[in-house]
């Protein structure tokens, strides 16, 4: 079997299996809070304790959920063909199953950054609060891309994914942009699977050769992992 390029697009499908919620499955509430006070950089402005507070809790939750079935397959692929994920995902799990080679899109939980200088970036497994600065002197917030900020990773996973010869989708309702337009970037003779209980509307020149599968990313990577590795 020859090794493919497989460029992997996942979102907040494939974590919610573990344990972790989505704010589309609440009515735009996550953890209880309307997205835009915790996930804007205007909710920062107006108040940063609330949004630090509430990345701390939700970072200790993390500690609490461990990855599923769909990423140890997406590892066990590794084997078998040169796998690079790009997640929309800020969680760590992924990593935690062993994938080697993992893009977040939209920040990571585990990391902070100054607020003043975007490249000065910390790891963190525990708290930060109002004081807490940067080596420069600044206040640190979550490494995350709020809403309405720019995704400075989108155009090497746009690269990524316009050199492979597999893409999967997997658990994104591809409703948030700019991640949900770089299936446009698959060559055209890619194959595309689709994995997602609710999978949305694909308005682009893929739309015609794209598998779709209506499964939980559990579901459907088992039977991916399959077809990719037979």
């Known amino acids: 079997m020859n090794r493919k390029k497989i460029a992997v697009l996942t979102g907040a499908g494939i974590s919610a299996e573990s344990g972790i919620s989505t ?22 402005l107006r ?27 997406l590892v066990e692929l590794e084997n078998h063909h040169d796998v690079s994920i790009i997640t929309q995902n800020v969680d760590d799990l992924h990593e935690r199953a ?5 893009i977040h899109l939209h920040g990571e939980l585990k990391k902070v950054r100054s607020t003043k200088n975007e490249d000065l970036i910390y790891h963190c497994d525990g ?9 420069k002197g600044a206040q640190l917030r979550p490494h995350i891309v709020w809403f309405g900020e720019m995704v400075p990773l989108i155009e090497k996973a746009a690269k990524l ?14 409703q948030v942009y700019p991640a949900a337009g770089l299936s446009d970037y698959a060559p055209e ?12 509307n694909l308005y682009s020149e893929t739309e015609n050769r794209i598998r779709v599968f209506p499964l ?15």
């Open 23 to 44: 704010f589309r499955d609440a009515g735009g509430l996550w953890e209880g809070h309307d997205v835009m006070e915790v996930a804007s950089y205007d909710g920062w």
């Open 47 to 73: 108040n940063p304790e609330l949004v630090l507070d509430f990345y701390n809790k939700t970072r200790m939750q993390l500690g609490q959920v461990h990855p599923n079935k769909a990423h140890t397959l």
């Open 98 to 102: 062993g994938s080697t080679h993992v």
């Open 127 to 135: 708290e930060i609060f109002l004081g807490d600065l940067c080596e």
């Open 161 to 174: 994914i316009s050199s492979c010869e597999v893409l999967l989708i997997i658990g994104t309702s591809l």
């Open 189 to 200: 003779g890619a194959e595309i699977f689709y994995v997602d209980p609710n999978p949305g």
């Open 216 to 230: 939980k990313a559990t579901e459907g990577m088992q039977i991916i992992y399959q077809n990719l590795t037979q």
